[in-house]
Nanobody, 121 residues
Framework: QVQLVESGGGLVQAGGSLRLSCAAS????????MGWYRQAPGKQRDLVAV???????NYADSVKSRFTISRDNAKNTVYLQMNSLKPEDTAVYYC???????????????WGQGTQVTVSS
């Protein structure tokens, strides 16, 4: 089995910073893309940022130049550094990873449990 465990959420004032972490554990052969999504109350879950195994990244327009995604392949961990936070960044943030558990298996999508980020004005 595979687990994604997130940490780093919390309450911060507008303009502040937070760093989210997500560590994958279990039977893992290879992790392809890793990313962060967020879901505000009453809204759909949207992509925030994604990073491939070779380090290529993409961001939602709303977070470009404020958020930075990175990963440590040796630790199977992805990070999201969030700077200049705004109240509209308030949401539950979910980690996602596309993981192959074995050499002969195709990949599957895995999700973390979510971590709350609240930005006060």
């Amino acid at each position: 089995q595979v687990q994604l465990v997130e940490s780093g959420g919390g309450l911060v004032q507008a303009g502040g910073s937070l760093r989210l972490s997500c560590a994958a554990s279990g039977t893992i052969f290879r992790i392809n893309a890793m990313g962060w999504y967020r879901q505000a109350p009453g809204k759909q879950r949207d992509l925030v940022a994604v990073i491939t195994s070779d380090g290529s990244s993409n961001y939602a327009d709303s977070v470009k130049s404020r958020f930075t995604i990175s990963r440590d392949n040796a630790k199977n961990t992805v990070y999201l550094q969030m700077n200049s936070l705004k109240p509209e960044d308030t949401a539950v943030y979910y980690c996602h990873a596309y993981i192959r558990q074995r050499t002969w298996s195709s990949g599957d999508d895995y999700w973390g449990q979510g971590t709350q980020v609240t930005v006060s004005s």
